[in-house]
C-alpha cells in the first residue's frame, strides 16, 4: 500500500472509531477507486466492533446489514450441520 494509501487507512480508523459518517464520506471520496476496497478492508479489522458495526449499518444500511447477518448466520449453519455438528440443548 502506498503512503498515501497508508495516511488514509489511518484517517478513516479514526474517523470509523468516532463514528463521524461525514469524514467517512470525505476520505472515500479521496481515495482512488481502485484503492477503495483495500483501505476499507484493511481499516475494518482494525476498530472495535461497536464501530465496526456502526459502520456496516451506516454505509450499506440497517435493513441490508440485517439480512447480511441473517444469511451470514444461516450459511454458517449449513455448514456445522454438513460437517455432521449436532447441537445440544
Same mark, same amino acid.
Not at 479514526?14 to 461525514?22: D, F, K, R, V, Y
Not at 477507486?33 to 476499507?40: F, P, S
Not at 461497536?50 to 440485517?66: D, I, P, T
Given at each position: 500500500?502506498?503512503?498515501?494509501?497508508?495516511?488514509?487507512?489511518? $484517517?478513516?480508523?479514526? !474517523?470509523?472509531?468516532?463514528?463521524? %459518517? &461525514? *469524514?467517512?464520506?470525505?476520505?472515500?471520496?479521496?481515495? =482512488?477507486?481502485?484503492?477503495?476496497?483495500?483501505?476499507?478492508?484493511?481499516?475494518?479489522? $482494525?476498530?472495535?466492533? !461497536?464501530?465496526?458495526?456502526?459502520? %456496516? &449499518? *451506516?454505509?450499506?444500511?440497517?435493513?441490508?446489514?440485517? =439480512?447480511?447477518?441473517?444469511?451470514?448466520?444461516?450459511?454458517?449453519?449449513?455448514?456445522?450441520?454438513?460437517?455432521?455438528?449436532?447441537?445440544?440443548?
Amino acid at each position: 500500500m502506498n503512503s498515501q494509501n497508508e495516511l488514509l487507512k489511518q $484517517q478513516l480508523i479514526e !474517523a470509523i472509531s468516532c463514528q463521524n %459518517l &461525514q *469524514e467517512i464520506q470525505k476520505i472515500l471520496t479521496l481515495a =482512488q477507486l481502485k484503492d477503495e476496497t483495500i483501505i476499507l478492508k484493511e481499516a475494518l479489522v $482494525q476498530v472495535e466492533y !461497536a464501530n465496526f458495526v456502526w459502520f %456496516l &449499518q *451506516e454505509y450499506v444500511g440497517k435493513e441490508s446489514y440485517q =439480512q447480511a447477518v441473517k444469511d451470514v448466520s444461516t450459511s454458517m449453519t449449513q455448514k456445522l450441520f454438513s460437517w455432521r455438528f449436532q447441537a445440544r440443548g
